[in-house]
């Protein structure tokens, strides 16, 4: 992929050294071959087969983000890059955009993750942004399989991708209680209980019903957000 991009750039500076011998004027049609090659370049940004429009603008927008960027955050925009990306509908006319990147890069993507968020959400006109670790849930092994296998890991279980999901939700709010709740016929309603105190719950308040209806689509629990009315803090010896 890098050989490509140094090879197109290469084309063009010898079609514009070309054209220029011949003394027509190539500021227009470097300037237009230039903004077509950056396109491409926004490919590195996704690594998937035939990518949607949708992908493409989110990879092309982490991009320009990084080329606009301190050299600190370039170094770590440099090594990003996304798997996927989807939108959906999350109720009452809104809409959310849903970005799946590897587990591997989740704590590079943390470090600007809300420039990254800030970036994404001006691009799609104020839609709810998330970036979430695509993760793969491994099926529990039969006690009458003798075949020889590797244990399932817990990180690859039904529960443990469900919680991994919620925490990548919310960040970087964090979570201090869960609970669930059995009803009378048998369903289970989820509560996430936030610290009211945070200084980070407060850039996620206004997102909680997004994040709710998202966690539904994605795991099919349903899930209630609330705030504790005590820090964890208070009950410390002063």
């Keep these: ?3 490509k991009y140094l090879n197109n750039c290469t084309l063009l500076v010898l079609k514009k050294l070309m054209l220029e011998k011949e003394g027509i004027s190539s500021s227009t049609t470097f300037e237009r071959n230039k903004k077509l090659t950056m396109a491409f370049v926004g490919i ?38 996304i798997v996927g990306a989807k939108e959906v509908d999350v109720g009452e006319g809104r809409r959310s955009v849903i970005v799946f990147v590897p587990v591997a890069l989740l704590r ?3 470090k600007v993750h809300t420039l990254i968020i800030d970036e994404l959400e001006k691009k799609f006109s104020g839609k709810h942004v998330v970036i979430i670790g695509q993760r793969k849930i491994l099926a529990k092994v039969k006690k009458n399989n003798r075949s ?19 925490e990548d939700l919310v960040f970087p ?6 609970r669930i709740r059995f009803r009378e016929d ?5 509560k996430a209980t936030l610290d009211k105190h945070s200084e ?39």
Aim: hydrophobic share 40%.
């Design 148 to 166: 020889k296998i590797q244990r399932r890991p817990v990180s690859r279980t039904l529960t443990a991708v469900h919680n991994a999901i919620l």
């Design 44 to 81: 590195k940004k996704i690594i998937k087969e035939n990518p949607t429009r949708l992908e493409n603008t989110v990879a092309q927008s982490i991009l320009d983000l990084q080329l606009n960027s301190a050299e600190d955050v370039q170094e770590i925009l440099k090594q990003l890059y």
């Design 200 to 238: 980070k719950n407060k850039n996620v308040e206004y997102k909680l019903d997004t994040f709710s209806s998202l966690y539904h689509r994605l795991t099919g629990k349903e899930l209630v957000f609330n705030f504790a009315e005590f820090s964890r803090f208070d009950f410390l010896p002063q």
């Design 173 to 178: 709010a964090q979570i201090v209680d869960k």
């Design 108 to 110: 590079l993507f943390r």
């Design 1 to 3: 992929m890098y050989k």
């Design 186 to 190: 048998g369903s289970r309603l989820f």
